[in-house]
T-cell receptor, first 111, second 111 residues
Framework: DAKTTQPPSMDCAEGRAANLPCNHS???????VYWYRQIHSQGPQYIIH???NNETNEMASLIITEDRKSSTLILPHATLRDTAVYYC????????????FGPGTRLSVLP | SAVISQKPSRDICQRGTSLTIQCQVD?????MFWYRQQPGQSLTLIAT?????????ESGFVIDKFPISRPNLTFSTLTVSNMSPEDSSIYLC????????FGPGTRLTVL
């Protein structure tokens, strides 16, 4: 079973920041938080991952709480192309470990 | 990151037949994974495929139904055998290269 809990759906206005929450209260010390997204009819796409520090890349920012029991993925300026299902996954950063996908959050960016 | 291609991208098959899906990676990867995504559902891992050894199957998936080959570090095949309508799904190939990345999927419809 997935170790994360996400809201099933969210809406966001185009151009605004999209903040996607994820609860992972049973996360272990060696487990990272990964975010992927799946745009309709495509394979999942890696977005970002982190252990305990906040992370930022060209796609998004990842904010992890100090107790690591929850995190938020931030898309700073959402566009219509960001409409997708977003998956939050916790996993040890061991080479070859597979990902256990939960149902994710369906983000709809509205014009 | 590496790029994965899959063939065919989609197919419609008759009950009782078999289909082999090919997965080609543009970089050498030690471990590859095969997932199934049933309509409206999240991804479920079928098996992990290492080069030079038998694939490791997840609970509920067996080799007779989903035989896998992994002849080298850039290629793998998944066969869906003796198909029934319940096998209608998207089948995705994945590999680990810096991060885990996914192919575009093969959309299978069984009549």
């Amino acid at each position: 079973d997935a170790k994360t809990t996400q809201p099933p759906s969210m809406d966001c206005a185009e151009g605004r920041a999209a903040n996607l929450p994820c609860n992972h209260s049973t996360i272990s010390g060696n487990e990272y938080v990964y975010w992927y997204r799946q745009i309709h009819s495509q394979g999942p796409q890696y977005i970002i991952h982190g252990l305990k520090n906040n992370e930022t890349n060209e796609m998004a920012s990842l904010i992890i709480t100090e107790d690591r029991k929850s995190s938020t993925l931030i898309l700073p300026h959402a566009t219509l192309r960001d409409t997708a299902v977003y998956y939050c996954i916790v996993r040890p950063d061991n080479y070859g470990q597979n990902f256990v996908f939960g149902p994710g959050t369906r983000l709809s960016v509205l014009p | 990151s590496a790029v994965i291609s899959q063939k065919p991208s989609r197919d419609i098959c008759q009950r009782g037949t078999s289909l082999t899906i090919q997965c080609q990676v543009d970089s050498q990867v030690t471990m590859m994974f095969w997932y199934r995504q049933q309509p409206g559902q999240s991804l479920t891992l079928i098996a992990t495929a290492n080069q030079g050894s038998e694939a490791t199957y997840e609970s509920g998936f067996v080799i007779d139904k989903f035989p896998i080959s992994r002849p080298n570090l850039t290629f793998s095949t998944l066969t869906v055998s003796n198909m029934s309508p319940e096998d209608s799904s998207i089948y995705l190939c994945s590999g680990h290269y810096n991060e885990q990345f996914f192919g575009p999927g093969t959309r299978l419809t069984v009549l």
